[in-house]
């Protein structure tokens, strides 16, 4: 955004008559979508959710007290609903028998573990729900876990059915979803996704300029493609910038060998070896014919590397491994809303952006020659 | 097919008449293998696996490398009268599997003579690793007739040639290790399928491009 905007009032001071000044509507268009994408990607808030739980385990047959706390709730506000759930499965639920608010942010909730279980198991993954008035219901996933009775009570399955859960209405208001784990950082959704999209077009087209070099001998094309390459390599870094940043706050480490780094830093590796061997070529003709040839081989090549085999091998990152990629869970209806506008504004900005890359070679090549 | 034989053929006599070459290349497997030994003093399964693949990348560099460089200017403009650049070509791809071939065979026995084998299933290994030798000559000839026409080609051909390699590479591991049985995996033919489509990919467009960045 601020490169865009920059860009843009560099163009304006550059120009010798402002008052002529004009922008083609896609480059507005550009613009409009990613200021959209920043200040809706920033400002819109969470859905109220539940960060921790204390303690994590809980004997069945005992009586245990949780110590919630909420985040961006507001428990105060509206206590006349508040109720707290763990659920088993289904409708499979035990109620809070009581209920001790401290603060917005804070609460204390009592249950009873009945001594008896609808299946064995080794121990039991209990989701937390608390419901109140103000914020629908915060859910936190294998909240607790329930270790098995000592001594099997089979009167006490009836509690678990006793009552219903009811009363659960969704938060009114635009909000992004509350992830485990993901929390604020399910924002970096609309910046850090969007600039693979881009760099694979723009790698893309940068291919399909060599392959019409490779046919026509162009000089031209021959600088689009590498100005398409440069602002790829570019967004490509930030991709991976942004992808460390997000895992250091979720998988706990910058860089954790997972294949799809290690597969998007060899991308990047491929492409920069494309840059070397371009400054070490002289002769401009055979500099532009390697090029086109690598250029063409290494695209080939980036298709199994960033989608075949990262799919074929576990991985920590969505898409891969099982998980899903932008699955239903991870990416509800208001996300789309500003996530596909941040697809197709950064793809335009670095459409731009490479335009005016090819400008300025074409432009010092001219001097040159 | 004849003409082609017959580069192969020139190709083998220049080698063969500077011995150093060749058995430069067995001694690098050699000593390459004996260094690695020394240090990990016993090598299990998953390890020899893993060993083997990083000496046959260094040594395949090593022999590939000089593909193009070590004849003279003159040279390649009386191949270029004589010989479509896909004749060319083919004929470097032919004689380069033969040494990676080689290397293949002699780091196999030499691993297998100081570390021990520890194959479940040879017979897979065997094929992965001539297919290994097919794609990768494939690719590092291509890469070397690219770095040849800079400067510093050396250099160049390992810049362009590893990460490229990497892909292919991974692939195989996976199937080295299914023939080492370290892997709980039951169904190698995804890996084998995917494996050979990269080859024939690589190889395709090798061939496809080669007779165009050939002209200078």
């Known amino acids: ?369 | 097919m004849n003409r082609i034989w017959n580069l192969i053929a020139t190709e083998a006599r220049i080698e063969l008449r500077e011995r150093y070459a060749l058995t430069g290349i067995l001694l690098y497997v050699l000593s390459a293998s004996f260094i690695v030994f020394s240090i990990w003093r016993q090598l299990p399964p998953k390890e020899w696996g893993l060993t083997f693949w990083v000496i046959f990348l260094f040594c395949s560099l090593m022999a590939v490398l000089k593909t193009f460089g070590k004849e003279s200017e003159g040279r390649y403009f009386y191949y270029y009268t004589l010989y479509h650049p896909l004749e060319l070509f083919t004929a470097k791809v032919f004689y380069n599997l033969g040494l990676l071939l080689v290397i293949f065979f002699t780091l196999w026995l030499v691993l297998s003579v100081i570390a021990g084998n520890h194959f479940l299933r040879p017979g897979w290994f065997l094929v992965t690793g001539c297919m290994a030798c097919i794609g990768l000559s494939f690719l590092l000839t291509f890469i070397s007739s690219i770095a040849i026409k800079t400067q510093q080609n050396a250099s160049l051909t390992a810049i362009m040639a590893l990460p490229l390699m990497i892909p292919v590479l991974i692939n195989i591991l996976q199937l080295t290790a299914y023939g080492l049985g370290t892997t709980p995996d039951d169904n190698p033919w995804n890996e084998m399928m995917l494996l050979t489509s990269m080859i024939s990919l690589v190889s395709g467009m090798a061939l496809w491009l080669f007779p165009y960045l050939w002209r200078s």
């Open chain 1, 1 to 369: 955004m601020v490169v865009s905007v920059s860009l843009a009032l560099l163009m304006l001071s550059a120009t010798d008559r402002p008052t002529t000044f004009r922008l083609a509507v896609w480059k507005w268009g550009a613009i409009v979508l990613l200021l959209y994408v920043f200040i809706a990607g920033w400002i819109v808030p969470l859905h109220p959710g539940i960060i921790q739980v204390n303690p994590g385990t809980a004997s069945a047959g005992d009586t245990v007290t949780l110590e919630v706390k909420g985040y961006n709730t507001s428990f105060l506000r509206d206590t006349s609903q508040l109720s707290a759930w763990l659920r088993l499965s289904g409708d499979t639920v035990l109620k809070a028998g009581h209920i001790r608010v401290f603060d917005d942010r804070q609460l204390k909730a009592r249950f009873y573990i009945p001594a008896a279980f609808p299946f064995r198991s080794e121990a039991y993954p209990l989701t937390l729900i608390v419901v109140n008035g103000a914020d629908g219901a915060s859910v936190l996933p294998n909240a607790i876990f329930a270790s098995p009775a000592v001594r099997h009570q089979p009167e006490e399955m009836s509690l678990w059915t006793q009552h219903k859960l009811q009363g659960i209405q969704v938060k009114a208001g635009i909000q992004y979803p509350f992830r485990n784990i993901l929390a604020e950082t399910i924002r970096n959704t609309y910046f850090h996704v969007p600039m693979w999209f881009a760099m694979i077009l723009l790698f893309g087209v940068s291919a399909f300029y060599s392959l019409h070099y490779y046919r026509k001998g162009d000089m031209d094309l021959d600088r689009k493609s590498v100005a398409f390459i440069k602002v790829g390599l570019i967004f490509g870094l930030l991709g991976l910038l942004t992808g460390m940043i997000w895992a250091k706050n979720t998988w706990n480490a910058y860089w954790s060998w997972d294949v799809k780094q290690n597969m998007s830093a060899i991308a990047l590796l491929i492409y920069s070896a494309l840059m070397v061997m371009r400054s070490s070529v002289e002769d401009d003709l055979q500099k532009a014919r390697l090029t086109a040839g690598y250029n063409m081989f290494a695209f080939v090549l980036l298709i199994p590397l960033l989608f075949i085999i990262p799919r074929m091998t576990d991985s920590l990152h969505p898409g891969s491994g099982g998980n899903p990629a932008m699955g239903g869970e991870d990416l509800d209806h208001t996300m789309r809303l500003v996530f596909y506008p941040a697809v197709v504004g950064f793809i335009l900005l670095g459409l731009w952006i490479s335009q005016l890359v090819y400008r300025v070679d074409k432009l010092k090549g001219n001097t040159w020659s």
